[in-house]
Each structure stands twice: as structure tokens, then as C-alpha cells.
Nanobody
Framework: QVQLVESGGDLVQAGGSLRLSCAASTSISRFNVVGWYRQAPGNQREVVAEITSEITSDETTNYADSVKGRFTISRDSAKNTVYLQMNSLKPEDTAVYYC?????????????WGQGTQVTVSS
């Protein structure tokens, strides 16, 4: 059973920074894509950033328009950990952030989720 454990969520003032971590119970190279999603109260869960696995020929990263230039996703395969560095935080970044790991091709994949970590940005 794959487990994803997030950490790093906190209360921070606008303009501040946080780094979220997601530790996987298995090699993250086994997943096609790993990433971060967030869900604010009353909103649907949305993708924040994702990075393709090392098993693909070309590593790519994708970001939601709202976080481009402020957030950076990275991974440490030796530690089976995915990070989300968040800078210049805004109150609208307040949400529960979830780690996601996807296994399989686009037409037949399976998603694994962490339990979430709360990020609150005060104005």
C-alpha cells in the first residue's frame, strides 16, 4: 500500500514562504507524475504543480497560472520526497494542500493521495 505523508503546512503572513514536503513509502520513480493539489473551503480541488517521473524521457513541470513564478516543485528521488517551495504567499493561497502520485498512462491511471496539510496565509 502506497502512503504519502505531507508536512510543512503552517500559518504565515502574506509575502512569506513555506516549503511543503511529501514523503512516499515507495520509490517515487515508480510513478508517472507526482504533484501538489490544493482545496480551499467551498472550492474544488485544483492542481498546483506537477512533475513527471524520471522514468519518462523528458522531465517536465507544470504549474497553475496562479502560482507561476512563485512556487517551485522539486523531488529528491534518494529520499522519495517531493517538495513544494512557496514564495510570495498570498491570502488566496490558503487551502489544504495534498500530495498526489499518479501511476499509469493517461487513459488508465491510478491516483494516490496524502492526508493533506493546512496552509493559511494571513493578510
Amino acid at each position: 500500500q502506497v502512503q504519502l505523508v505531507e508536512s510543512g503546512g503552517d500559518l504565515v503572513q502574506a509575502g512569506g514562504s513555506l516549503r511543503l514536503s511529501c514523503a512516499a513509502s515507495t520509490s517515487i520513480s515508480r510513478f508517472n507524475v507526482v504533484g501538489w493539489y490544493r482545496q480551499a473551503p467551498g472550492n474544488q480541488r485544483e492542481v498546483v504543480a506537477e512533475i513527471t517521473s524520471e522514468i519518462t524521457s523528458d522531465e517536465t513541470t507544470n504549474y497553475a497560472d496562479s502560482v507561476k513564478g512563485r512556487f517551485t516543485i522539486s523531488r529528491d528521488s534518494a529520499k522519495n520526497t517531493v517538495y513544494l517551495q512557496m514564495n510570495s504567499l498570498k491570502p488566496e493561497d490558503t487551502a489544504v494542500y495534498y500530495c498526489n502520485a499518479r501511476r499509469g498512462p493517461s487513459h488508465a491511471y491510478y491516483d494516490y493521495w496524502g492526508q493533506g496539510t493546512q496552509v493559511t496565509v494571513s493578510s
